[in-house]
């Protein structure tokens, strides 16, 4: 089974930067899909962004284009999520999740098989 952990959350002023990262153990992601979501009080969990097996297909939002990177390194078993242009918009919990169609084009949060506990991300006009 694999166990997922976010870092890299905070406070950050509007039009700043952060890096997300996804550290998995337990198991190795080089088979799995991974994806970003975020969630905030009383919504339900959105997708962000997506990526393959192999790094090679990544998918956004649209509300994250072109300010949104998601990237991985199999060897280090560890995702990652460059946010720039940070709005305030961006604000919530943004969880990892590995999904075993490593094709990276799952969206929707239901078809993933793990997750981690979450990192807040805070933007401040």
């Known amino acids: 089974q694999v166990h997922l952990v976010e870092s890299g959350g905070g406070l950050v002023q509007a039009g700043g930067s952060l890096r997300l990262s996804c550290a998995a153990s337990g198991g190795t992601i080089d088979n799995y899909g991974m994806g970003w979501f975020r969630q905030t009080p009383g919504k339900e969990r959105d997708f962000v962004a997506t990526?393959?097996?192999?790094?090679?297909?990544?998918y956004y939002a649209d509300s994250v284009k072109g300010r949104f990177t998601v990237f991985r390194d199999n060897a280090a078993n560890t995702m990652w999520l460059q946010m720039n242009g940070l709005k305030p918009e961006d604000s919530a919990v943004y969880y990892c999740?590995?999904?075993?169609?490593?094709?990276?084009?799952?969206?929707?949060?239901?078809?993933?098989?793990?997750w981690g506990r979450g990192t807040q991300v805070t933007v401040r006009q």
């Open positions: 990526i393959n097996w192999s790094g090679g297909a990544h």
């Open positions: 999740a590995a999904n075993k169609d490593y094709s990276g084009t799952a969206k929707q949060a239901h078809r993933y098989d793990y």
